[in-house]
């Protein structure tokens, strides 16, 4: 062998993944980063749809063989069967918040910032002091209570969901959920923390035997493990963020706690609860959404309002009793500002719009 072929370069074939193997289209545009394989909601499509809509392969509109991957029990990618719901297409869905990877992280740090300086406010001017002991009580038991209900919520009711949807945009959706309760669950763990170091007599501990055992928690507890047992991940959805929140985490959080906190000379836990009450209404706008779209479905229409009756009737009736449980703890504040009855109209009240809105009746289990 000469010296020149010695050191010739070896020559080894090109690797081309031309993605035949999937199934996958070619379509105009699918090599730009101008994305047009979708029909955008306005004249231009927003950094939202761009980043969202078909992430998520799809037989039904860009693979030609089916799903790319599967379980073990046969079935492959998200199996429309694991909701009783039906859509013409599921893809129609779009989050009115228009919520992506990067809004989880711009909003949430945006929160945080915002209770970190009222907590280090309060610290400073030692707001914590001037609490009536009936208040400091309250907090101690009963939002400490709640974190639980808020972490469980989070952890292992909309983190199953999320994966079992059907198209990126309801995943996406669900997904900042979750991150919403998450954040939430941990602020109120923090708030407890500095409370327990506050020296205002505040017992760090008792909100686990409030969750455990206070009969006025039972119902509550129930009911948020009853949400996790669910196997339809549009009826877990369905039963909390309709249903339960609005008759239960609604009627505690807004109707009780930030309504009697500042007559208690407690301006830090509104600010707190607030934002929680904040990301619900977020979340509440892509539940109204998602449930609209399938009630008013053209071809399944009235096949899924059928089927979300019959989820009203089932879970109505335990959020009802979760929350009129709770009632002896609208006596235990110092200054009384709202009576129970009072909260749960407005409470129920809002449930009922909701319904309207979804063309749904009203269960037969509420009651005002």
């Known amino acids: 062998m000469s010296p020149a072929e010695k050191t010739a370069p070896k ?6 993944f031309t993605g035949a193997e999937a199934g996958l289209k070619e379509f105009p545009g699918s090599k730009s980063r101008s994305y047009n394989y979708f029909t955008p909601q306005k004249m231009r499509a927003t950094m939202y749809e761009d980043v969202t809509v078909d992430v998520q392969p799809d037989p039904d509109r860009h693979l030609t063989q089916g799903w790319i991957y599967g379980f073990a029990d046969g079935k492959g990618g998200y199996p429309q069967d694991w909701t009783e719901l039906r859509s013409g297409d599921w893809h129609c869905f779009l989050d009115p918040n228009e919520e992506w990877e990067q809004t989880i992280y711009r909003n949430n740090s945006n929160v945080v910032r915002q209770i970190q300086l009222n907590l280090e406010n309060a610290k400073k001017a030692e707001a914590y002091r001037s609490w009536p002991t009936a208040w400091v009580t309250f907090l101690e038991r009963h939002l400490g209570a709640w974190m639980h209900a808020e972490h469980g919520l989070g952890m292992h009711v909309f983190t199953s969901e999320q994966r079992s949807a059907p198209t990126n945009m309801i995943n996406t959706a ?5 991150a ?14 500095d409370l327990s170091e506050a020296g205002i007599g505040f017992d760090g501990a008792v909100h686990k035997n409030t969750w455990h055992t206070d009969p006025v928690w039972q ?3 129930e009911n948020v493990e009853r949400l996790t047992a669910i196997g339809d991940w549009a009826e877990s959805l369905f039963a909390t963020n309709v249903i339960f929140e609005s008759l239960v985490g609604v009627l505690f959080r807004s109707q009780l706690v930030m309504q009697v906190a500042a007559r208690n000379g407690d301006y830090v836990t509104p600010t707190l609860v607030g934002t929680g009450e904040h990301d619900y209404d977020r979340d509440r706008r892509y539940t109204r959404a998602l ?14 309002r059928d089927v979300l009756q019959s989820w009203l009737e089932t879970w109505v009736p335990i959020s009802v ?4 449980e709770l009632q002896p703890i609208w006596s235990q504040p110092q200054d009384q500002v ?7 109209d407005n409470a129920a009240g809002g449930f009922s719009a909701l ?4 063309n749904l009746s009203e269960p037969k289990g509420l009651s005002r």
């Open 355 to 358: 319904l309207s809105d979804l």
């Open 180 to 193: 919403h309760k998450l954040r939430f669950a941990q602020d109120l763990a923090l708030y407890n923390l």
């Open 11 to 16: 020559s080894f074939p090109r690797l081309e």
């Open 219 to 221: 119902g509550v507890r």
């Open 174 to 178: 669900i997904a900042v959920n979750s």
């Open 291 to 304: 449930f609209r779209m399938l009630a008013t479905d053209d071809a399944h229409g009235k096949h899924n």
């Open 321 to 324: 009793r979760a929350a009129r």
């Open 338 to 344: 709202v009576t129970f009855a009072d909260s749960w």
